[in-house]
């Protein structure tokens, strides 16, 4: 219990809770770099365009979160009226852009998966206005925001998302044995942890979702080391590809070379017989 208890204390107060953005904020830059570079070499690359704009997407929702924190650090009652509901509304749309980034979903429709990604963020954004308007009333009658029905609500559509996230990648033969379904499942694992993590059993004085924030401590830079792996998979066939056309061109120059070289025309029939079944699949080959 009293290492839980030092765990809780770095991640939510200062200077480990700095340390906690930064990291996150950097794994993210790492991904958004990596993912970037790979679809512009590509721009028909839909997964790297989807890991792109979701690397992106996160990053800036992370910013504004440490700007609000930073700004509202000063006065702890209204640090406790805006973040917690800010700092779930922005884990919901990184759950909502993790999946979008990860799972292969209408691949060949790249506007409905946009279009599902953007009415999701809309609906993110209602229920944070509403549930921001919500908890200003109730933020001095309530000991904790993570026992509220707010929390709940946001809890379990966290889940739900990760739960379906995670069962496409497991069902997705191409992504079955890669860091996708690890990636989803470490923080499909931190919100089921957070959600069943009732303040009357470890009372911490904090509204920080703490659980969260080691889940992203490793699932990020696993992304993070995905987008390397995925983006030097695709230098490498390339690498290969190149290798193999060199190869297979001063194959058929070596043959031709031998062709040429005959001076006797029976032997140079042979020779172009072996140049021929050399450059052709076939089995046989004649002169007639």
Do not use: C, K
């Amino acid at each position: 219990m009293a290492f839980l208890q030092q765990i809780i204390e770095l991640l939510s107060r200062p200077p480990g809770s700095v340390i906690y953005h930064l990291v996150t904020l950097f794994a993210l830059q790492v991904v958004l770099a990596l993912a970037l570079s790979r679809w512009q070499r590509d721009p028909n690359d839909e997964a790297a365009r989807r890991m792109s704009l979701a690397a992106g997407g996160m990053l800036i929702a992370r910013l504004i979160l440490l700007i609000v924190a930073l700004l509202v650090d000063q006065n702890p009652e209204r640090a406790r009226i805006i973040l917690p509901p800010l700092e779930q509304a922005i884990d919901t749309a990184t759950v909502i852009l993790l999946v979008w980034g990860l799972a292969a979903f209408a691949m060949d429709r790249p506007r409905l998966a946009d279009g599902a990604l953007l009415v999701s963020l809309v609906v993110v954004v209602v229920m944070f206005l509403f549930f921001f308007q919500d908890w200003q009333s109730r933020a001095t009658l309530t000991s904790a925001y993570i026992g509220t029905v707010q929390a709940y609500v946001w809890g379990v559509l966290q889940m739900a998302i990760l739960g379906l996230g995670f069962v496409w990648l497991l069902v997705d033969a191409a992504a079955r044995y890669s860091l996708r379904p690890i990636i989803a499942g470490v923080a499909l694992l931190a919100h089921i942890a957070n959600f069943f993590n009732y303040p009357e059993l470890i009372p911490t004085g904090t509204d920080v979702i703490y659980w969260l924030r080691l889940g992203y401590l490793v699932a990020f830079p696993l992304w993070a080391v995905l987008a390397y792996r995925d983006g030097m998979r695709g230098l490498l066939t390339a690498v290969e590809a190149e290798r193999a056309s060199a190869a297979h061109l001063a194959r058929n120059l070596r043959l031709a070379t031998v062709v040429i070289g005959a001076r006797i025309p029976e032997v140079r029939l042979e020779q172009a017989l072996d140049m021929v079944t050399g450059l052709v699949a076939t089995q046989f080959a004649a002169v007639g």
